[in-house]
């Protein structure tokens, strides 16, 4: 299946936008990717997932941040509507998702994660992949919480059309 057939989803973090720099970087390589804008509480972004992802599957999502969060989340709740999820700086540790963890899932996850991140930290992050994530892969990276060299270093057409 080729990127073009592919569901695939940017979800921005807390501060940013669907025309931030991943978003906009991301829809230079895949222009069929969805960077849509999301604001408000955790739960307001979550209803406004809903009609976006409906009830079709197959979907890779990328969450940078507080997106992250959102990824994650809808992944646990909706396993068999989600390929792939690609985590970059994820705040898991927001207590929607680290005061009562999901139930685990096999859906693979990457996650990407700054040693040098002072805004999410990656520890707690790690443990919380680990616990939720049985497919997972976590990458400790020599960046901040922007991940701005990371996201530059990634194969993106590997990662998200495998």
């Not at 999301?38 to 940078?64: A, C, H, N, Y």
């Amino acid at each position: 299946m080729t990127s073009q057939q592919q569901r695939m989803i940017f979800l921005h973090g807390l501060e940013s936008s669907g025309q931030g720099y991943k978003a906009t970087m991301l829809r230079a390589l895949f222009p069929a990717m969805l960077t849509p804008d999301f604001g408000g509480t955790l739960d307001q972004r979550m209803l406004q997932l809903v009609p976006i992802l409906g009830e079709e599957s197959d979907w890779v999502i990328v969450g940078s941040s507080f997106g992250g969060l959102m990824g994650a989340l809808w992944t646990c709740a909706h396993p068999y509507q989600v390929r792939k999820l690609v985590l970059l700086a994820p705040a898991l540790s927001h207590p929607a998702f680290a005061a009562t963890p999901p139930a685990p899932v096999s859906v693979p996850c990457l996650a990407y994660h700054g040693q040098r991140d002072s805004i999410v930290p990656y520890a707690p992050v790690k443990t919380l992949i680990e616990q939720v994530f049985h497919n997972a892969t976590f990458h400790l990276v020599d960046d901040d919480h922007m991940l701005r060299t990371t996201v530059q270093a990634i194969d993106w057409q590997t990662l998200l059309n495998n």
